[in-house]
């Protein structure tokens, strides 16, 4: 190629992914079927003042929305680049209800009991998101409508799709995958697949 040809843009992914063919769907399970209108978000566990709170679906509508772009990151290794999400940011609502000081661990957790440890500081991440629309479509029941947890920065399995909470804990969780060997944080980046590698 001569330096007069424009340049391509070159794709970095994580060591160890390839470009999916399309957009896999990849969960355990039935897909649940769920109305906006009916969803909230508990949080629960070691919150700010001991207290359970609850983010119904009419308070979650009256919060900023926002637009995030990131990689989906499977750890069984393809990626889907360049998803644009729209909902509200994850640290917007915890801020409604923190995390007692000494809970820097929670479980995300899903319709028919899934769930996934992360940590408080990804949950926190500035592109952490509660997204209702792919795309600039509301979400397919099968991509986790009415709302998905999103965390472009960690593999698919930490973003639950039919969110449904947050439970604060003082030590690391184990949710459905980490307890079947995968890893606590999974950092694609540093491709923490397995746990043995914690
Ligand atoms: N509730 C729930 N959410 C889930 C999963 C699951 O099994 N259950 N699988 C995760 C995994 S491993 C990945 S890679 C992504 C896949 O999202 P997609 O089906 O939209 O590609 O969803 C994640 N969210
Ligand atoms: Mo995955």
Known sequence: ???????????????????????????????????LADWELSITGDTHDGADFVLTAAEFAALPQVEVVGDLHCVTRWTV??????????????????????????????????????????????????????????????????VRLVLPHLYGYKGPKWFRGIEYLAEPGRGFWEQRGYHAVGDPWRQERWSYQE
Not at 4 to 9: C, D, H, N, R, V
Not at 11 to 22: D, E, K
């Open 81 to 146: 680049p360049q998803n644009r999400w729209r909902g509200v940011l994850m640290r917007t609502i915890l801020e409604l209800c923190p995390p007692a000081t000494s809970a820097d661990h929670a479980l995300a957790w899903a319709e028919y009991g899934y769930s996934t440890n992360i940590r408080v500081s990804d949950l926190s991440s500035a592109r952490a998101i509660v997204a209702t629309h792919h795309n600039g479509e509301p979400l397919a029941p099968e991509r986790g409508a009415p």
């Open 1 to 35: 190629m001569t330096d007069l040809e424009p340049q391509g843009l070159d794709r970095v992914l994580p060591p160890g992914q390839s470009l999916a063919a399309g957009w896999p769907v990849m969960h355990y399970g039935p897909v649940p079927r769920g109305e």
